[in-house]
């Protein structure tokens, strides 16, 4: 499954629609772009999670895809450097909560592998 995601702001309102999500036990890969560790997505990547008994990876990648937004995604993508040590620290504990296996696009090889010996 691929999602991809533009969140014009940062926000901590979380609608609480994806508490009812049903079962996903054929998902075995799940994309995120655009995943910038807000809390509605967090919530989303956690029900997928929790709701996906064979899912082997989620790919998270932090950077705003122009492969579906059309127009230049550029300017949404200035503060990468700023996010992908969050974006890296949420994986890692989660991936260790879960107990799946959680990569970061964009991540050095270095922190990947710390996400991924857990």
Known sequence: MHLHMLCAISS???SGEVAGMRRHDHLKTVFMSGF???KAQIELACCILRNA???EQLIIEPRITDKVWAG???EWNTDLGQIL???????????ERFRKVISVVGASHHTTEASLAQ
């Open 85 to 95: 040590p969050g974006v890296c620290e949420w994986a890692q504990v989660t991936s």
């Open 53 to 55: 008994s064979v899912l």
């Open 36 to 38: 910038r560790c807000y």
């Open 12 to 14: 901590s309102f979380s």
């Open 72 to 74: 230049d995604c550029s």
